[in-house]
């Protein structure tokens, strides 16, 4: 189940204050994309990285998202900003997609969440086309919950959000999350050429690229 309504409304207006590390992972990920790449976000949220990638490039950008309140808070936030991006409901057991339809593949602090992971890791692969890479950066279950207070505390929020967002990860997204060794478990029958596992800049969580 997505998160809709006023859930989604406060994830958004949260998230938006952390758009200087959306334009980071952005640019990482556009350095390797050869114009009029065909990027897919899968879970994009609000939508902030998936605009961040169409932006001053060539790129066909889509994003696909379990929730309708996410898709319309996506929509505008593209219209807003001035870019095109194709945003479409979905879910990520069973994408919309042919196979071998894009050259990148994304989904940032969401996969956690995925009912059906091992088929989402199965759709990922099969919609990527041969040579193209998938990129799932996610927060890892034996993260320290001091490194979590960290980061909360770096965010621009006032203090009953900063609690709630500490709450949140603490009683919620940690027991959720994936070891490093879990991934690399869930991954060992998906015939991915390559497959590379390792923490995250921030220190949260990992970064898993896959090369199809």
């Known amino acids: 189940m997505g998160m809709e ?12 204050r952390d758009i200087a590390e959306y334009c980071k992972l952005a640019e990482r990920l556009k350095a390797g994309l050869p114009q009029g ?5 899968v879970a994009p949220g609000p939508g902030f990285l998936a605009i ?3 932006k001053g490039g060539n790129f066909r950008v889509t994003g696909l998202d379990i929730s309708r309140t996410f898709i319309e808070l996506a929509r505008q936030n ?10 479409r409901h979905g879910n990520a057991s069973a994408m919309p997609f042919a196979e071998n339809s894009f050259d990148l593949l994304v ?26 890479t998938a990129l799932v950066a996610d927060l890892r279950r034996d993260t320290p919950v001091s490194a979590v207070h960290n980061y909360v505390d770096g965010l621009d929020v006032g203090a009953i959000n900063r609690w709630m967002i500490k709450a949140t990860f603490r ?31 921030e220190g949260l969580g990992m970064e898993v690229w896959m090369t199809k």
Not at 5 to 16: H, L, Q, S
Not at 112 to 127: H, I
Request: aromatic letters at 12%; charged letters at 30%.
């Open 5 to 16: 309504g006023p859930i989604a409304r406060w994830y958004e207006k949260n998230m938006r």
């Open 37 to 41: 790449g065909d990027v897919l976000e």
């Open 52 to 54: 961040e990638l169409a």
């Open 78 to 87: 593209a219209s807003e900003t001035g870019v095109r991006v194709d945003f």
């Open 107 to 132: 989904c940032r602090a969401a996969f956690k969440n995925f009912s059906e992971p091992v088929k989402a890791l199965r759709e990922m692969y099969r919609v990527l086309r041969s040579g193209g």
């Open 171 to 201: 009683f919620m997204l940690l027991k959720r999350a994936y070891t490093k060794h879990e991934f690399g478990q869930m991954l060992a029958g998906i015939p991915f050429r390559k497959v590379e596992i390792h923490e995250s800049p």
